[in-house]
Protein backbone atom coordinates (compact mmCIF):
# COMPACT_ATOMS: atom_id res chain seq x y z
CA UNK A 1 0.00 0.00 0.00
CA UNK A 2 0.81 3.67 -0.35
CA UNK A 3 3.12 5.29 2.28
CA UNK A 4 4.42 8.62 3.63
CA UNK A 5 7.51 8.80 5.13
CA UNK A 6 7.47 11.69 7.56
CA UNK A 7 11.02 13.17 9.05
CA UNK A 8 12.20 14.37 11.59
CA UNK A 9 10.44 11.59 14.26
CA UNK A 10 11.00 14.62 16.61
CA UNK A 11 11.56 18.28 17.29
CA UNK A 12 12.52 20.57 20.19
CA UNK A 13 13.25 24.41 19.30
CA UNK A 14 13.82 27.18 21.30
CA UNK A 15 11.07 29.22 21.37
CA UNK A 16 10.94 32.00 18.06
CA UNK A 17 12.96 29.92 15.96
CA UNK A 18 11.49 27.85 12.99
CA UNK A 19 10.22 24.58 11.93
CA UNK A 20 10.07 22.69 9.37
CA UNK A 21 8.67 18.97 8.67
CA UNK A 22 9.05 17.01 6.02
CA UNK A 23 6.59 14.21 4.15
CA UNK A 24 7.83 11.80 1.48
CA UNK A 25 6.58 9.41 -0.81
CA UNK A 26 7.88 7.17 -3.65
CA UNK A 27 4.69 7.42 -5.31
CA UNK A 28 2.72 10.71 -7.02
CA UNK A 29 -0.06 11.46 -4.52
CA UNK A 30 -3.35 12.97 -5.67
CA UNK A 31 -3.10 15.57 -2.79
CA UNK A 32 -1.81 15.75 0.53
CA UNK A 33 -3.49 16.69 4.09
CA UNK A 34 -1.61 18.28 7.35
CA UNK A 35 -3.03 17.82 10.78
CA UNK A 36 -2.29 18.52 14.40
CA UNK A 37 -2.82 16.72 17.41
CA UNK A 38 -2.37 18.69 20.72
CA UNK A 39 -0.80 16.51 23.28
CA UNK A 40 -4.07 14.48 24.98
CA UNK A 41 -6.28 15.61 21.96
CA UNK A 42 -7.02 14.49 18.50
CA UNK A 43 -5.84 15.21 15.13
CA UNK A 44 -7.46 18.68 14.05
CA UNK A 45 -7.12 19.35 10.05
CA UNK A 46 -4.83 21.81 9.18
CA UNK A 47 -4.74 21.95 5.52
CA UNK A 48 -5.10 20.67 2.16
CA UNK A 49 -2.71 20.74 -0.83
CA UNK A 50 -3.79 19.81 -4.46
CA UNK A 51 -1.89 21.67 -6.83
CA UNK A 52 1.42 20.68 -8.15
CA UNK A 53 4.30 23.20 -6.60
CA UNK A 54 0.96 24.42 -4.62
CA UNK A 55 2.12 26.63 -1.86
CA UNK A 56 -0.76 27.79 1.10
CA UNK A 57 -0.02 29.80 4.28
CA UNK A 58 -1.92 30.26 7.58
CA UNK A 59 -0.09 32.97 9.43
CA UNK A 60 3.10 31.63 10.54
CA UNK A 61 2.62 28.45 8.99
CA UNK A 62 3.42 27.59 5.16
CA UNK A 63 2.89 24.59 3.47
CA UNK A 64 4.34 23.50 0.28
CA UNK A 65 3.54 20.66 -2.48
CA UNK A 66 6.35 19.75 -4.43
CA UNK A 67 6.66 19.69 -8.45
CA UNK A 68 6.37 16.58 -8.60
CA UNK A 69 3.26 15.84 -5.93
CA UNK A 70 6.06 13.22 -4.50
CA UNK A 71 6.65 15.70 -1.12
CA UNK A 72 5.37 17.88 1.39
CA UNK A 73 6.73 20.22 3.80
CA UNK A 74 4.90 22.04 6.87
CA UNK A 75 7.45 25.24 7.90
CA UNK A 76 6.14 27.17 11.10
CA UNK A 77 8.10 30.81 11.32
CA UNK A 78 9.15 31.94 14.78
CA UNK A 79 7.61 28.90 16.79
CA UNK A 80 5.03 29.56 20.17
CA UNK A 81 4.42 27.74 22.81
CA UNK A 82 0.97 27.00 21.48
CA UNK A 83 2.45 25.14 18.46
CA UNK A 84 3.28 21.82 20.47
CA UNK A 85 1.73 18.84 18.86
CA UNK A 86 2.55 16.34 16.26
CA UNK A 87 2.03 17.37 12.94
CA UNK A 88 0.70 14.98 10.43
CA UNK A 89 0.81 14.90 6.88
CA UNK A 90 -1.86 11.94 5.08
CA UNK A 91 -2.48 11.09 1.62
CA UNK A 92 -5.37 9.71 -0.36
CA UNK A 93 -4.91 6.16 -1.42
CA UNK A 94 -6.33 6.95 -4.98
CA UNK A 95 -8.91 8.97 -6.85
CA UNK A 96 -12.53 8.76 -5.35
CA UNK A 97 -10.81 6.54 -2.24
CA UNK A 98 -11.74 7.58 1.27
CA UNK A 99 -8.77 5.98 2.69
CA UNK A 100 -5.97 8.61 4.27
CA UNK A 101 -2.46 6.90 4.61
CA UNK A 102 -0.96 9.33 7.84
CA UNK A 103 2.44 10.01 8.07
CA UNK A 104 4.26 8.65 11.63
CA UNK A 105 3.92 12.50 12.35
CA UNK A 106 6.35 14.88 13.79
CA UNK A 107 6.62 15.62 17.57
CA UNK A 108 7.31 19.36 18.45
CA UNK A 109 8.21 20.67 21.53
CA UNK A 110 8.37 24.40 22.47
CA UNK A 111 11.06 25.43 24.90
CA UNK A 112 9.84 28.66 26.39
CA UNK B 1 -16.20 21.05 19.41
CA UNK B 2 -15.34 18.73 16.32
CA UNK B 3 -18.91 17.89 15.74
CA UNK B 4 -17.90 14.35 16.55
CA UNK B 5 -18.91 13.18 19.19
CA UNK B 6 -17.14 9.39 21.11
CA UNK B 7 -18.24 7.52 24.02
CA UNK B 8 -16.96 6.44 26.46
CA UNK B 9 -13.77 8.98 26.58
CA UNK B 10 -12.02 6.04 29.02
CA UNK B 11 -12.51 2.46 29.03
CA UNK B 12 -11.14 -0.33 31.12
CA UNK B 13 -11.75 -4.03 30.50
CA UNK B 14 -10.85 -7.44 31.05
CA UNK B 15 -9.81 -10.06 28.01
CA UNK B 16 -12.62 -11.81 28.18
CA UNK B 17 -15.35 -8.75 28.83
CA UNK B 18 -17.47 -7.10 25.96
CA UNK B 19 -17.76 -3.77 25.46
CA UNK B 20 -18.81 -1.10 22.48
CA UNK B 21 -17.47 2.01 21.81
CA UNK B 22 -19.81 4.74 19.82
CA UNK B 23 -19.23 7.24 17.75
CA UNK B 24 -21.98 10.22 16.55
CA UNK B 25 -21.06 13.00 13.69
CA UNK B 26 -23.73 15.93 13.94
CA UNK B 27 -21.98 17.09 10.36
CA UNK B 28 -23.98 15.68 7.79
CA UNK B 29 -21.58 13.06 6.31
CA UNK B 30 -21.63 10.15 4.98
CA UNK B 31 -18.47 8.54 5.46
CA UNK B 32 -16.76 7.45 8.72
CA UNK B 33 -14.01 5.70 10.17
CA UNK B 34 -12.18 4.22 12.71
CA UNK B 35 -8.22 4.11 13.85
CA UNK B 36 -6.23 3.26 16.27
CA UNK B 37 -3.32 5.35 17.70
CA UNK B 38 -0.83 3.49 19.99
CA UNK B 39 2.63 4.86 21.40
CA UNK B 40 4.39 2.44 18.90
CA UNK B 41 2.11 3.43 15.86
CA UNK B 42 1.16 6.11 13.77
CA UNK B 43 -2.66 6.29 12.74
CA UNK B 44 -3.88 3.21 11.29
CA UNK B 45 -6.60 2.97 9.73
CA UNK B 46 -9.21 0.07 11.04
CA UNK B 47 -12.59 0.51 9.42
CA UNK B 48 -14.38 2.81 6.90
CA UNK B 49 -18.14 3.10 6.13
CA UNK B 50 -19.27 4.74 3.21
CA UNK B 51 -23.64 5.87 3.51
CA UNK B 52 -23.22 2.58 5.82
CA UNK B 53 -21.29 0.58 3.31
CA UNK B 54 -18.56 -0.84 4.79
CA UNK B 55 -15.64 -0.39 1.82
CA UNK B 56 -12.17 -0.89 3.90
CA UNK B 57 -11.46 -3.34 6.36
CA UNK B 58 -8.08 -3.29 7.00
CA UNK B 59 -6.86 -6.59 8.08
CA UNK B 60 -8.15 -5.85 11.51
CA UNK B 61 -9.13 -8.77 13.87
CA UNK B 62 -11.80 -10.32 14.67
CA UNK B 63 -12.52 -9.67 17.89
CA UNK B 64 -13.01 -5.79 16.40
CA UNK B 65 -16.67 -5.59 14.94
CA UNK B 66 -18.13 -2.77 13.20
CA UNK B 67 -21.44 -1.40 13.25
CA UNK B 68 -23.05 1.32 11.33
CA UNK B 69 -26.46 1.69 11.43
CA UNK B 70 -27.06 4.79 9.87
CA UNK B 71 -24.64 7.65 8.75
CA UNK B 72 -24.71 9.19 12.07
CA UNK B 73 -23.82 6.54 14.25
CA UNK B 74 -21.23 3.78 14.16
CA UNK B 75 -19.84 1.79 16.80
CA UNK B 76 -17.15 -0.43 17.19
CA UNK B 77 -17.87 -4.07 19.22
CA UNK B 78 -14.68 -5.59 21.17
CA UNK B 79 -14.82 -8.71 22.73
CA UNK B 80 -11.70 -11.02 23.72
CA UNK B 81 -9.63 -8.26 23.34
CA UNK B 82 -5.67 -8.39 24.11
CA UNK B 83 -3.54 -6.36 26.22
CA UNK B 84 -2.30 -4.88 23.08
CA UNK B 85 -5.09 -3.69 21.72
CA UNK B 86 -5.03 -0.81 24.58
CA UNK B 87 -4.48 2.45 22.32
CA UNK B 88 -6.61 5.22 21.58
CA UNK B 89 -9.26 4.55 19.49
CA UNK B 90 -10.29 7.60 17.28
CA UNK B 91 -13.72 8.22 15.25
CA UNK B 92 -13.92 10.28 12.00
CA UNK B 93 -16.07 11.28 9.62
CA UNK B 94 -15.76 13.31 6.22
CA UNK B 95 -18.15 14.01 3.41
CA UNK B 96 -18.11 12.73 -0.26
CA UNK B 97 -15.05 11.46 -1.44
CA UNK B 98 -13.95 13.43 -4.57
CA UNK B 99 -10.62 14.12 -4.42
CA UNK B 100 -11.18 17.33 -5.70
CA UNK B 101 -13.14 18.41 -2.37
CA UNK B 102 -12.42 19.97 0.29
CA UNK B 103 -15.23 17.66 1.73
CA UNK B 104 -12.27 15.12 2.14
CA UNK B 105 -10.93 16.62 5.05
CA UNK B 106 -11.66 13.95 8.15
CA UNK B 107 -12.86 15.50 11.58
CA UNK B 108 -11.87 13.22 14.58
CA UNK B 109 -13.32 13.04 17.46
CA UNK B 110 -11.99 13.09 20.79
CA UNK B 111 -11.22 9.56 20.85
CA UNK B 112 -11.89 6.78 23.57
CA UNK B 113 -8.86 5.82 25.53
CA UNK B 114 -9.04 2.10 26.33
CA UNK B 115 -6.46 0.13 28.67
CA UNK B 116 -7.01 -4.18 28.34
CA UNK B 117 -6.18 -5.67 31.20
Known amino acids: GQQVMQIPQYQHVQEGEDFTTYCNSS?????IQWYKQRPGGHPVFLIQLVKSGEVKKQKRLTFQFGEAKKNSSLHITATQTTDVGTYFCAALSGAGSYQLTFGKGTKLSVIP | ETGVTQTPRHLVMGMTNKKSLKCEQH?????MYWYKQSAKKPLELMFV???????ENNSVPSRFSPECPNSSHLFLHLHTLQPEDSALYLC????????????????FGPGTRLTVL
Open chain 2, 49 to 55: YSLEERV
Open chain 2, 92 to 107: ASSGAGVIWSSYNEQF
Open chain 2, 27 to 31: LGHNA
Open chain 1, 27 to 31: TTLSN
